[in-house]
């Protein structure tokens, strides 16, 4: 069984310098596993986080001294401590993100690892774009990443629900709002309807032709104020390439 789920997505990464105006984010990443420990901190540099990575916490309040992360990724399965009581030793240090990844899919786990202060909580198999997407939305809930987003011309701020392009407002309803928030994280990227569906409407949202209808929507808006960004990759998903001067 796959662990992660859109592994060929890594391929479809385009380079892009990273744009959070109140500095890089640092992302610790510590997971067991060597292919899912490299496959995620690589997706969360190829979209301007700096990260570095730990097969363990053994040594996790050295590595928090040294490192001095914003976040960490925490594997909840792991050798010697587990992420449960490691929660405690990051929390101890300091006031940093949690986004835990366990193969525990029980509600019981959830809630532990919820109440054990974890900021979110992802179940394996999960896809990249949806950790991502999850980082982002932790750190920004934390204030460590810019209110507003700009690329190109392109302006997204979705904490004040306003986006506009080349200066002009885009009235976007709250669900092409949360799709348009998933799609510029994901910019340069490939993602499929199931990533889509994921993140902007939940695991419980099946049905491919509600991501077709609001893409369209949202193309028609984008476009009416200047050229396409938003494409259609036949047969694979969406993919928002902005034009950056």
Not at 61 to 74: A, I, K, T
Not at 165 to 192: K, Y
Not at 199 to 221: C, E, F, I, T
Request: aromatic share 4%.
């Amino acid at each position: 069984m796959r662990v992660i789920r859109d592994l060929t997505l890594k391929n479809e990464v385009m380079s892009r310098a990273a744009q959070f105006s109140v500095g890089t984010p640092r992302v610790l990443v510590v997971e067991d596993s060597e292919t899912i420990r490299e496959m995620v901190s690589e997706a969360l540099a190829d979209v301007g986080y700096h990260t570095e990575t730990r097969c363990d916490g053994e040594r996790l309040e050295e590595d928090l001294d040294g490192f001095r992360p914003d976040l960490v990724v925490l594997d909840v399965m792991l050798p010697g401590r587990d992420g449960f009581a490691l929660i405690d030793v990051i929390r101890g240090w300091g006031d940093v993100g949690i986004v835990m990844i366990t193969a525990r899919d029980g509600l019981p786990d959830r809630l532990r690892g919820l109440d054990s202060g974890a900021d979110d909580y992802v179940v394996k198999p999960f896809e990249l774009a949806e950790l991502v997407s999850r980082v982002g939305a932790v750190l920004r809930r934390r204030g460590q990443l810019p209110r507003a987003v700009q690329v190109g011309d392109l302006m997204l701020d979705v904490d004040a629900g306003v986006a506009t392009r080349a200066g002009r407002p885009l009235e976007l309803t709250a669900t092409e709002l949360r799709l348009l928030d998933f799609l510029v994280q994901q910019r340069g990227r490939i993602v499929s309807a199931s990533q889509i569906l994921n993140a902007v409407w939940g695991y419980d949202a099946y049905d491919p032709n509600l991501v077709q209808v609001h893409v369209s929507g949202l193309r028609r808006k984008l476009e009416a104020h200047g050229p396409r960004i938003l494409h259609t990759v036949r047969g694979i998903g969406y993919r928002l390439q902005p034009q950056v001067s």
